[in-house]
């Protein structure tokens, strides 16, 4: 296993893309910088597919009720470019390239998607489980599964931003030998807490690293609901004298566009575990919470 992770995580600003290859020279900047600082991982957030809406040209005329059918125009057929695209971006950086969901519907079926784009070639994938009330009025659909995976030695998982607000997903992570949670998100001002509190909540219930990417900036679309994104990358750690950080926020980024990159040190996060002050994982009393939901 190994003993320490350096991630770049992306507080990643919205654009009005004019094709799908200039989106790539956005994340091609972004995987550069990560690549030369020594990541690994390079997390990206929530519905990085957003700016390519404005590759049509109607996209300022699009409003609220007319949204749900633009996405599935616009975007569903970009899908397998896309993919095809990030794979080729993670090869060519050597790194894996984490995040970055993308709003598609196949078989009928919406999904909001998030990837693993590992450096060898090989994609996983991620469908949010949880819709918002918003995904839902667009008639997207929550997937069923939910993955594990290792990025050089370290096991990981991946939610998608409303996810992260739900403890039992993560509990059966951990189970799984989960250290590290890649969480990209797409949030305004309230959501942006939500998902700040749920992040730390699960660092320490959990004793672990949680890595949160934010989409900030305007988004216009649809015109008739327009929303500012907000957030800051970070890390989220345990807190306890291991640690020794008293609000348990390992790293955070700067306001508006940035790239945090930091070091997770997993000997330190495996002390955690196993010798802290408080052991949440150890003390957990998984009959006694079966006995009282029964």
Request: charged share 20%; with cysteine.
């Amino acid at each position: 296993m190994s003993a320490l992770l350096p991630v770049s995580i992306a507080s990643f600003g919205t654009r009005r893309y004019p094709t799908l290859a200039a989106l790539g020279n956005h994340v091609e900047t972004l995987a550069r910088q990560a690549a030369s600082a020594g990541s690994r991982i390079l997390l990206l957030p929530e519905l990085v597919s957003t700016g390519l809406l404005w590759t049509d040209p109607d996209a300022s005329r699009v409003d609220n009720a007319g949204v749900g059918a633009f996405y599935r125009k616009v975007l569903t057929p970009m899908f397998g470019a896309y993919k095809q695209m990030m794979s080729a971006l993670a090869g060519k950086h050597g790194l894996a390239i984490a995040g970055a969901s993308f709003w598609h519907e196949e078989d009928g079926v919406a999904r909001n998607s998030a990837f693993v784009f590992m450096p060898d070639g090989e994609i996983l994938r991620q469908d949010k489980l949880h819709m918002t009330r918003g995904e839902r009025a667009i008639q997207t659909h929550g997937g069923d599964a939910l993955m594990s995976f290792d990025v050089w030695g370290v096991k990981c998982g991946l939610f998608v931003c409303y996810d992260v607000q739900f403890p039992e997903l993560t509990q059966y992570l951990v189970r799984e030998g989960v250290e590290v949670l890649l969480v990209p998100s797409l949030t305004e001002d309230r959501g942006t807490w939500r998902v700040w509190h749920s992040a730390h909540a699960r660092a320490l219930e959990n004793q672990m690293f949680v890595c949160v990417s934010t989409l900030v900036g305007p988004m216009d679309i649809p015109n008739d609901y327009t929303s500012l994104l907000t957030g800051r990358a970070f890390v989220a750690c345990p807190i306890d004298n291991r640690f020794k950080i008293g609000d348990g926020t390992y790293a955070v980024g700067a306001e508006g566009e940035d790239l945090l990159n930091a070091t997770l040190d997993l000997e330190v996060l495996r002390l955690s575990r196993s010798r802290a002050e408080v052991r949440q994982l150890t003390d957990r009393r998984p009959d006694l919470y079966e006995r009282l939901q029964s």
